[in-house]
């Protein structure tokens, strides 16, 4: 019976002594998998986009409207579109003239921006049309110059000391039905 016991003991023995080295290659292996989980998972991860989030240009229009030395335009859009900004202050590009600016998603994600200044020049026509460069493939349009740059059309127009630019990413029929939407902005008020 003695040597019973011996063996038994040696056979504890031994198990006792592996155990710390298998949690430690088991707590080793858990690690390993956590971080293919969070390397995977850090590839793949996308951030949703935020909502859109729709304004009233009206009110902001009132106001420019007040103040801008020209008549103002807002668009009488289709169902499914809304506006997303309506502002009226400089940008970078405008030599410190006051833009009125209102954007506008649609269906599709499509989007449009209507833009107004004072401010003829170049750069101020390039900034709001991303370096748009005449456009080949545009049907005609009299009195608009049709420029494409970095998946965006616009037409542009100056006439009577205004600049007027419809821009965004529509194909060229439905941004000019955009364009022949634009509406005078009365004095009472108008909204899109």
Known sequence: MGQHRGVTESRTEPAKRQLPKTVRDMALSMGIVAGIIFLVLLLTWRPQPDPVRAVDPGPAAQTA?????FPLVLPRVPAGWQATSARFEPTEESDELPVWFTGWVGPGDQYVAVVQSE?????FIEEQTLDGLPAEDAPPTPGWQPLTGNDQRSLVRTAGGVTTIVTGTLPWPELIAFRDSLRPLSQKGASG
């Open 65 to 69: 409207q007040i103040v801008a030395d």
């Open 119 to 123: 401010n003829d020049t170049e750069s």
